[in-house]
């Protein structure tokens, strides 16, 4: 089962930053946080992943609070190509443990 | 080649038939997985392959499933006597194996299976 909580659905302007909340309480201290997001008719697609450090790249930065209980998904910029369901996902980072994913966000970003 | 290529997009089958669903991996990635997505839900992980060797199988929901990667590198999901319930989105997935640190997974666009 996954283990975090988010949102069902949300929405965003267009040109604005997207803030998705993840809940994730029962953490270990060897679970990172994974970010993965999922267009439409497409396959999930990896976002970014953090341990405890807030973390940056070229598509989103990711905070996480200083207890680890939680974390924000942060697109500074949103564009309608942004619309599509993110998924939080906690998992240890050894070897290929497979992903397990919950219902995630569904985020629509609005013109 | 350039991404996970899965074979076919779309799928209809009859129920009670047997069907293949196939997925060619990124040249060198050595692990693939199989998940698969009904409507409204994230993927539910099915098996993981290491190689050729299925390293954890305990998705698949029962005999009927059964998957295969004979040369480490294209495997071939089957789902024997399908069943209306078997209708979903088949995802695969391929990453490298790291002996350090994280290598994201590189999801094929799917396989959507009807089964009527």
């Known amino acids: 089962d996954a283990k975090t909580t988010q949102p069902t659905s949300m929405d965003c302007a267009e040109g604005r930053a997207a803030n998705l909340p993840c809940n994730h309480s029962t953490i270990s201290g060897n679970e990172y946080v994974y970010w993965y997001r999922q267009i439409h008719s497409q396959g999930p697609q990896y976002i970014i992943h953090?341990?405890?450090n807030n973390e940056t790249n070229e598509m989103a930065s990711l905070i996480i609070t200083e207890d680890r209980k939680s974390s924000t998904l942060i697109l500074p910029h949103a564009t309608l190509r942004d619309t599509a369901v993110y998924y939080c996902i906690v998992r240890v980072n050894s070897g290929n443990t497979p992903l397990v994913f919950g219902k995630g966000t569904r985020l629509s970003v609005i013109a | 080649g350039a991404g996970v290529s899965q074979t076919p997009s779309n799928k209809v089958t009859e129920k009670g038939k047997y069907v293949e669903l196939r997925c060619d991996p990124i040249s060198g990635h050595t692990a693939l997985y199989w998940y698969r997505q009904s409507l409204g839900q994230g993927p539910e992980f099915l098996i993981y392959f290491q190689g050729t060797g299925a390293a954890d199988d305990s998705g698949l929901p029962n005999d009927r499933f059964f998957a295969v990667r004979p040369e480490g590198s294209v495997s071939t999901l089957k789902i024997q006597r399908t069943e209306r319930g078997d209708s979903a989105v088949y995802l695969c997935?391929?990453?490298?194996?790291?002996?350090?640190?994280?290598?994201?997974?590189?999801f094929g666009s799917g396989t959507r299976l009807t089964v009527v």
């Open positions: 997935a391929s990453s490298l194996t790291p002996t350090i640190g994280y290598s994201g997974y590189t």
């Open positions: 953090g341990l405890k």
